[in-house]
């Protein structure tokens, strides 16, 4: 039934589900892009009361192939100091999520991966959940031997006890059904006792034609990934405006669970391949090809978030993509572990700005109401340098890199009417200085308010609110330059928040 959520449920099952299949002879890689008027305030009331059958999980998809012990071990002490209401870090990180999606790869070492956050979310407690994810497009090469550990690992999962409350329900999302060896892996998971909720890349009218399934995860559904350069700009404001794929998925599933997608962000023109000794290589066309954006404009995660909350009575499960896949640099969580040779695009760009965000935006989809505003909270995120630049790099630029905008992105969390002034000045000028005649002047009401302001060349960014001419938060990107000439080509986004006084 859709809005139950079975990944939580109190039921020794599991969910299978891949992202990147070829699954029933069809793969879904789409692009984007975009355009739009220069200077906007769009804004949302919070306390808005919605609608709420049960109330649905969000759960946060984390990549065990870039986590060591250490990486894993630290992840869960943050869940474990914020969710208790102690201390955590600084800036402190309060969490609405309720668990994580393991994403494994054929590799062995993984296993012990995934026993130590088994491990460390039950030494936690708080009721977090995982489960795991099987990216079968690695999956699909094993040989059978492989294929039999799998399958006995996801046994051991299910013989874990689901009524213990410190206990993780185990859980595990799979694509396809891959054929290796003259056995299907169909076959495998109807011997078990699970849900099956793939993600399918494929015509969402045919879903409900296929009875083995139990639901269907939307993994591009956070995107809008049907736009491409040849978008007229009335497509590309449609797109931007209602990220429409749920609509088709849900109608196509019927009854069936819905997992929906949440993701800020889409960039990656890797540099791993030829030598893999070298560090911080691009992934070009000599190795794993992966050299393309998708329009992450317009405020994409607050206004995705908003969608899903309008519509948390259809939806089962929110997933947030991701919490530290750097090689596509959607992560929201804190930069540890090992990356995939991401560095040359990832060192220096934090993004824990959004998991703060993913904190009230969750809270709003799982009670069905937008939390009181206690405090200004501002969060601003960019591209590092104009989109037309030219880099000596020996990869060129990501495919679609035209179909983006050079702004500076401002969410405003205020907490009653304000004037906030975006400007963009030099990064040695006094920080309490402001050009008024070049800034961006607006009244913004108690709220939501999304604006944003033209990137400069040389210049960082900087938002203040002030209320009756005194200036109440004044934040600036400390350590952000809009580089004209950059030495390789980066499309990752710098991510910086702060947060002003409570009420």
């Not at 208790?84 to 070492?109: H, M, S, T, Y």
């Not at 969580?333 to 935006?361: C, K, R």
Request: glycine share 8%; charged share 20%; aromatic share 12%.
């Amino acid at each position: 039934m859709v809005g139950i959520p079975l990944v939580h449920a109190a039921d020794p099952r599991i969910i299978l589900y891949k992202k990147d299949s070829t699954a029933l002879g069809h793969r879904g890689v789409h692009l984007r892009v975009a355009r739009r008027r220069p200077m906007e305030l769009h804004t949302t009331t919070a306390g808005v009361q919605m609608k709420a059958a049960v109330i649905p999980p969000v759960d946060v998809h984390f990549a065990v192939e870039n986590a060591i012990e250490a990486a894993i071990n630290e992840t869960f002490n943050v869940f474990a100091t914020t969710m208790d209401g102690e201390a955590g870090p600084e800036p402190k990180l309060v969490v609405a999520q309720d668990g994580f999606v393991l994403n494994i790869g054929r590799d062995d070492w993984m296993g012990a991966r995934v026993d130590d956050a088994y491990a460390a979310a039950e030494s936690v407690g708080n009721g977090f959940k995982l489960c795991l994810s099987l990216d079968m497009t690695t999956f699909e090469r094993c040989n059978v031997g492989f294929q039999d550990m799998l399958i006995t690992r996801i046994n051991s999962c299910i013989g874990v006890n689901p009524s213990s409350p410190h206990s993780p329900v185990k859980g595990v999302q799979l694509v396809e059904v891959s054929q290796q060896h003259g056995r299907s892996l169909r076959t495998d998971w109807e011997t078990m006792h699970v849900y099956f909720v793939p993600s399918l890349f494929t015509n969402p009218a045919i879903l409900n034609t296929l009875p083995f399934l139990d639901g269907v995860f939307n993994w591009n559904g956070g995107w809008p990934t049907e736009l491409n350069e040849l978008s007229s700009p009335w497509q590309i404001e449609q797109a931007v405006n209602s990220l429409n794929t749920d609509a088709l998925f849900l109608t196509g599933l019927s009854e069936k669970t819905y997992i929906a997608a949440v993701s800020p962000w889409f960039f990656t023109i890797g540099r791993m391949a030829a030598l893999l000794t070298i560090v911080c290589q691009h992934y070009g066309p000599d190795t794993w090809n992966k050299n393309w954006i998708y329009r992450g404009d317009d405020w994409l995660f607050a206004k995705r978030w908003e969608e899903l909350i309008a519509m948390r009575d259809r939806v089962g499960i929110v997933e947030v993509i991701s919490w530290n896949d750097y090689g596509e640099s959607h992560y929201i969580g804190p930069i540890a572990g090992a990356q995939p040779n991401s560095q040359a695009w990832v060192d220096g760009f934090d993004h824990q700005g959004w998991l703060e965000m993913t904190s009230y935006y969750a809270q709003a989809f799982k009670t069905g109401s937008f939390p009181i505003i206690a405090e200004d909270r501002v969060f601003v995120w960019a591209r590092p340098h104009p989109k037309d630049a030219s880099a000596p790099d020996h990869v060129p630029r990501p495919r679609f890199a035209d179909l983006t905008d050079d702004f500076f992105w401002v969410v405003v969390f205020a907490k009653s009417p304000a004037t906030a002034i975006l400007h963009a000045p030099s990064p040695n000028s006094d920080p309490d200085s402001i050009d008024r005649g070049a800034a961006m002047i607006v009244d913004i009401p108690a709220g939501i308010n999304k604006l944003r302001y033209p990137l400069l060349p040389g210049r960082t960014m900087a938002v203040r609110l002030e209320r009756s001419g005194k200036a109440e938060l004044n934040y600036r990107a400390e350590g952000f330059v809009f580089d004209p000439t950059p030495k390789v080509y980066n499309f990752n986004a710098w991510v910086g928040w702060k947060a002003g006084p409570s009420s």
